[in-house]
């Protein structure tokens, strides 16, 4: 069985602070791995991984996979109270597009 | 023009009762599917459908049926409902199976039997 484990659970951080969110990961066929950031409603996209060791960033965000030890890091520079939100890792495996997500983090930001 | 649209957005009902939530993609995508996202956030797969293949997560109950009237549509059936089905249910679509593609969600449908 597939199986995404993040960590840590939650988080409560300050305003500028940087944090780093972890995904570990064993799935079958493994195709990329995707993160999402859920506020309210349905998540949304952030970064698509196929390659290990290459970064990719959007402003102050940022992630890289590591395909040998299979995990994946999320990370969020100069953070603010915007960033508080659920961070969900799916790897895609087995047939077709499945995604298997992980628990989530909880970030919150704190003015 | 919302991309994938699902409804009801809320819906509370009694146990035992047999409801439908609907969900439209106007992407053009092959392939859709059903989450479930309990209570604590674990947002786990229950259907993916194209027009060749119905893949079900075997760990969903067989009151789950997912119905497909055309590629643009994929309803979630839940007959006799149980206090445990109370959740958020997304429909989400991609362009195709074996395409490394994003996924679009809809907004969630929250489910609430009591």
């Known amino acids: 069985e597939d199986k995404v484990v993040q960590s840590p659970l939650s988080l409560v951080v300050h305003e500028g602070d940087t944090v780093t969110l972890n995904c570990s990961y064993e799935?079958?066929?493994?195709?990329?791995l995707l993160w999402y950031k859920q506020e309210k409603k349905a998540p949304t996209f952030l970064f698509m991984l196929?390659?290990?060791?290459i970064e990719k960033k959007s402003g102050r965000l940022s992630s890289i996979l590591d395909k040998k030890e299979l995990f994946s890091i999320l990370n969020i520079t100069a953070t603010q109270t915007g960033d508080s939100a659920i961070y969900l890792c799916?790897?895609?495996?087995?047939?077709?597009?499945?995604?298997?997500f992980g628990g989530g983090t909880r970030l919150m930001v704190k003015p | 023009d919302t991309a994938v649209s699902q409804t009801p957005k809320y819906l509370v009902t009694q146990m035992g009762n047999d409801k439908s939530i609907k969900c439209e993609q106007n992407?053009?995508?092959?392939?859709m599917y059903w989450y479930k996202q309990d209570s604590k956030k674990f947002l786990k797969i229950m259907f993916s459908?194209?027009?060749?293949?119905?893949?079900i997560n075997e760990t969903v109950p067989n009151r789950f049926s997912p119905k497909s009237p055309d590629k643009a549509h994929l309803n979630l059936h839940i007959n006799s409902l149980e206090l445990g089905d109370s959740a958020v249910y997304f429909c989400?679509?991609?362009?195709?199976?074996?395409?490394?593609?994003?996924?679009?969600f809809g907004e969630g449908s929250w489910l609430t039997v009591v």
């Open positions: 799935v079958t066929n493994f195709r990329s």
């Open positions: 196929t390659s290990s060791g």
């Open positions: 459908y194209n027009n060749k293949e119905l893949i």
């Open positions: 989400a679509s991609t362009p195709g199976s074996g395409q490394k593609n994003t996924i679009y």
């Open positions: 799916a790897p895609e495996g087995n047939a077709g597009n499945m995604l298997t």
């Open positions: 992407l053009g995508h092959d392939t």
